[in-house]
């Protein structure tokens, strides 16, 4: 049997008293995607946190709401036989999906991704290092 003690594994910690019991995890709220940003980006200063935010804020736009739209536009497809969907169209879909909504949430293309940016950055980045 392997031992495993924090000693030897410092990324690991103590076993018992780091990791939350069940019962705490489901009591606790969960954690909102601006803190998970804001923890995420926090060994990132300046010019980086803010590319960090942006990427962020692009991949939120894409999959929170882009893609959910192109899926269920794929999924209300009834077309008749030669026209309707395919075997492969119905495998491939979702990634095809996440393609095209990865292109859409370019800021250029797409809007509400400044605007997802722009709160993030007012809730995490203090507006003195946003300026400088």
Avoid: C, H, W
Avoid at 42 to 64: N, P, Y
Avoid at 88 to 112: L, Q
């Amino acid at each position: 049997m392997i031992s495993m003690n924090s000693a030897e594994f410092p990324l690991f910690g103590a076993p018992s008293t780091e990791l939350p019991s069940v019962t705490e995890g489901a009591s606790r709220a969960p954690e909102s995607f601006a803190d998970m940003v804001a923890r995420f980006s926090s060994t990132e200063k300046g010019q980086q946190q803010v590319e960090t935010i942006r990427e962020e804020s692009r991949k939120l736009v894409a999959e929170a709401f882009i893609t959910p739209i192109l899926a269920k536009i794929r999924e209300n497809n009834q077309a008749a036989a030669p026209f309707g969907t395919t075997d492969a169209e119905k495998r491939f879909g979702p990634i095809y999906d996440r393609a095209v909504a990865d292109s859409m949430s370019r800021p250029d293309r797409f809007p509400m991704v400044e605007s997802v940016e722009r709160y993030m950055l007012r809730r995490i980045v203090p507006q003195s290092e946003v300026m400088a």
